[in-house]
């Protein structure tokens, strides 16, 4: 079984900033791309960003300048960090990554459980 764990998710004021982390467990072999995703009341579930192994990323329009994206490919670990966050930016941010995995042997995409981000006006 493979596990995504984020945290980092709480209240913040318009302006401020956050840190999401997501750690990946389990029987991993290799993880190819890691993102984030969130999904806000009323809305469909939308991308935020990507990072392949070799740290390629593309962002979402919406957050370009404002949030990056890294990771950690020896702690299976991505991280989102969030700048200049505005009230729209509230959604529930899911972590997701493509991983190969040995018991059982597949390999197919994985999803956090969600942590909630509030930005206050």
């Known amino acids: 079984q493979v596990q995504l764990v984020e945290s980092g998710g709480g209240l913040v004021q318009a302006g401020g900033s956050l840190r999401l982390s997501c750690g990946a467990s389990g029987s991993i072999v290799s993880i190819d791309v890691m993102g984030w995703y969130r999904q806000a009341p009323g809305k469909q579930r939308e991308l935020v960003a990507t990072i392949t192994r070799g740290t390629m990323t593309t962002y979402a329009d919406s957050v370009k300048g404002r949030f990056t994206i890294s990771r950690d490919n020896a702690k299976n670990t991505v991280y989102l960090q969030m700048n200049s966050l505005k009230p729209e930016d509230t959604a529930v941010y899911y972590c997701?990554?493509?991983?190969?995995?040995?018991?059982?042997?597949?390999?197919?995409?994985?999803w956090g459980q969600g942590t909630l981000v509030t930005v206050s006006s």
């Open positions: 997701n990554a493509d991983i190969s995995t040995i018991y059982p042997i597949t390999y197919r995409e994985f």
